[in-house]
C-alpha cells in the first residue's frame, strides 16, 4: 500500500508523533518490533511526512518492524531526545551528528548524489551578488546548518564583510519558513538547501526568487543507528535502503521523495573530510 493512500486519521496520528513533546519511549524501545525513526525537524510536519513516508512504509514492510516517525519541536530539543535515546533510526544534519556522535551513534548510510546550498533573493530584487547582503537582512536555517547558514560566512568573509556585524541573520529553523520568508518580502535574502525549490509545494514559488551564490558540495544527511542496535537489523535496514532501484516504480517513487537518486551503505569514514571543513565552526562550541 502506498504511503499516499493513508487516511486522514493516519495522518493525525503521524503529526501527533511528529510533535508531541511526550510520549512513552521506555516502552517503546524496550518492544524488539518498534524502531523509532526521528527526522531532524528541518521542514514542516506535512512536509515530512511526504518526503519520509514511504520510506518508512517501505521498511516496515521488508523488516517486519514497525517504523514509527517522530521529530521535535526544534533543533535543540531533538538533539536532547537523541542523546536521551530516544530514537533507533535517525537522519539528521552532519552538524548535529558530529554532536550526537558521542552519545553512541553511528551513520550505516547515505543518499546520493551530494546537494548545495544557496542564498536566494527575490526575482525583483536588487541584490545580484553576495557583496550586496552587507546591511541586509538574511533568513537562514540555524547555526547548526551548513547549507542553511555557515556556507555564506566565508564567501561574506572574502569580500570584506563582517557577517556578525553588517549582516543581520534571523534563524527561522525550517527551509519553508525560510523561502516565504523571502517571498513576502520579510527578508532580503534567505539561506537553504537548494533542493528544497524542487519539492512539489514550491514548484510555482521557485519562478519568483533567483539564486545569488551557492555552497560547495555537501554530503546527504546521514542515516543513522544506535551503536547498540542489533546487527541483523542494522543489516536488514541497510540492504532495504539500498535495494532500492531507480529502475523500479515504486523504488524511485520512494527515492524521489527523499530528492536522492540512490542510497548506499555508508560510515561515519565517509563523512570524515566534510568534518574537517566544518569543525572549527561556532556551533561545535555550543553543548
Same mark, same amino acid.
Given at each position: 500500500m502506498s504511503f499516499r493512500s493513508v487516511g486522514i486519521f493516519g495522518l493525525i496520528l503521524v503529526l501527533f508523533v511528529l510533535i508531541s513533546p511526550m510520549s512513552c519511549p521506555a516502552q517503546e524501545n524496550l518492544n524488539p518490533n518498534i524502531i523509532k525513526f526521528g527526522i531532524f525537524p528541518y521542514k514542516t510536519p506535512k512536509t515530512i511526512i511526504e518526503m519520509y513516508g514511504p520510506i518508512a512504509t517501505h521498511l516496515e514492510k521488508k523488516l517486519?518492524?514497525?517504523?514509527?516517525?517522530?521529530?521535535?519541536?526544534?533543533?535543540?530539543?531533538?538533539?536532547?531526545?537523541?542523546?536521551?535515546?530516544? @530514537? #533507533?533510526?535517525? $537522519? *539528521?544534519? =552532519?552538524?548535529?551528528?558530529?554532536?550526537?556522535?558521542?552519545?553512541?551513534?553511528?551513520?550505516?548510510?547515505?543518499?546520493?548524489?551530494?546537494?548545495?546550498?544557496?542564498?536566494?533573493?527575490?526575482?525583483?530584487?536588487?541584490?545580484?551578488?553576495?557583496?550586496?547582503?552587507?546591511?541586509?537582512?538574511?533568513?537562514?536555517?540555524g547555526d547548526f546548518s551548513y547549507a542553511g547558514y555557515y556556507f555564506l560566512l566565508p564567501q561574506l568573509e572574502a569580500r570584506?564583510?563582517?557577517?556578525?556585524?553588517?549582516?543581520?541573520?534571523?534563524?527561522?529553523?525550517?527551509?519553508?519558513?525560510?523561502?516565504?520568508?523571502?517571498?513576502?518580502?520579510? @527578508? #532580503?535574502?534567505? $539561506? *537553504?538547501? =537548494?533542493?528544497?525549490?524542487?519539492l512539489h509545494d514550491f514548484i510555482r514559488i521557485r519562478e519568483q526568487v533567483r539564486i545569488i551564490t551557492i555552497s560547495p558540495e555537501i554530503p546527504q544527511f546521514p542515516f543513522v543507528v544506535k551503536n547498540s542496535m542489533d546487527k541483523s537489523t542494522i543489516t536488514a535496514i541497510q540492504e532495504t535502503l539500498s535495494a532500492l532501484a531507480p529502475d523500479k516504480p515504486e523504488a524511485l517513487e520512494i527515492l524521489k521523495s527523499m530528492q536522492v537518486k540512490k542510497i548506499v551503505v555508508a560510515t561515519d569514514a565517509d563523512y570524515d573530510q566534510f568534518l574537517e571543513q566544518i569543525k572549527d565552526t561556532d556551533y561545535f562550541g555550543k553543548p
Open positions: 517486519g518492524k514497525q517504523i514509527k516517525i517522530s521529530s521535535a519541536l526544534d533543533a535543540n530539543s531533538f538533539l536532547e531526545k537523541a542523546r536521551e535515546g530516544e @530514537y #533507533d533510526l535517525l $537522519l *539528521l544534519p =552532519l552538524l548535529q551528528y558530529y554532536k550526537l556522535r558521542p552519545s553512541g551513534y553511528k551513520v550505516i548510510a547515505q543518499g546520493t548524489p551530494p546537494f548545495y546550498g544557496g542564498a536566494i533573493v527575490r526575482m525583483d530584487s536588487e541584490i545580484k551578488s553576495v557583496e550586496q547582503l552587507k546591511g541586509k537582512k538574511v533568513a537562514a536555517i570584506g564583510i563582517d557577517p556578525q556585524k553588517e549582516v543581520e541573520f534571523q534563524f527561522l529553523g525550517k527551509v519553508d519558513t525560510v523561502i516565504y520568508g523571502v517571498i513576502n518580502k520579510k @527578508y #532580503d535574502a534567505g $539561506l *537553504l538547501r =537548494l533542493d528544497a525549490l524542487d
